[in-house]
């Protein structure tokens, strides 16, 4: 049986066989030791019986006023133990965190353009395309992302999730 807890600082040392993934943005050590001291209620681990990493969320809290949210830094799990729940188990942690102990309005993330099974994904766990953000994602492949939202129990008239009617750019984000 899967089961969750709280990242801790030795998972650095379990965690590549998830992040060793092609789908999986990798980030370096001071950003996750930042996430971890800052928002360590919104970096879960989902852990195997065998206490193999099965998978992980980051997250933080952000924002002002009504636009006051929690924000998906990254979900990602090995592809050994896909399609069985567990990024819909970890957004829905970070979600009940977000409103019950954040008091937030909505959850937002940000996704490739091209990401068509993460955007599908994320529709189904009932996030909604905001707004896109243009050249998002630099490189040598720039690309779009989608501004993707979830509107939790805080934002009653769900003000949050209405979509934007033009594309915006890096600049123009509030964070």
Avoid: C
Wanted: hydrophobic share 40%; net charge negative; no cysteine.
């Amino acid at each position: 049986m899967t089961s969750t807890r709280p990242f801790e600082m030795n998972d650095l040392f379990k965690f590549n066989n998830v992040n060793l993934d092609v789908l999986t943005e990798t980030y370096n050590m001071p950003f996750y030791l930042q996430y971890l001291s800052r928002w360590p209620e919104l970096f879960t681990v989902a852990e195997s019986p065998d206490k193999s990493i099965m998978g992980y969320m980051v997250g933080k809290s952000e924002g002002s006023d009504e636009l006051w949210h929690g924000h998906v830094s990254a979900v990602t799990v090995s592809p050994m133990y896909r399609r069985l729940g567990l990024a819909k188990m970890l957004m829905e942690d970070l979600e009940g965190t977000s409103g019950s102990v954040y008091n937030a309005y909505f959850v937002d993330l940000f996704v490739r353009a091209s990401n068509t099974l993460a955007i599908s994904m994320y529709e189904k766990f009932g996030y909604v395309t905001y707004r896109r953000v243009l050249g998002y994602y630099s490189g040598d492949d720039p690309e779009d992302a989608f501004d993707m939202r979830k509107a939790l129990p805080r934002d009653v008239k769900k003000k949050s999730v209405i979509p934007m009617d033009r594309p915006v750019l890096p600049e123009e984000l509030e964070w």
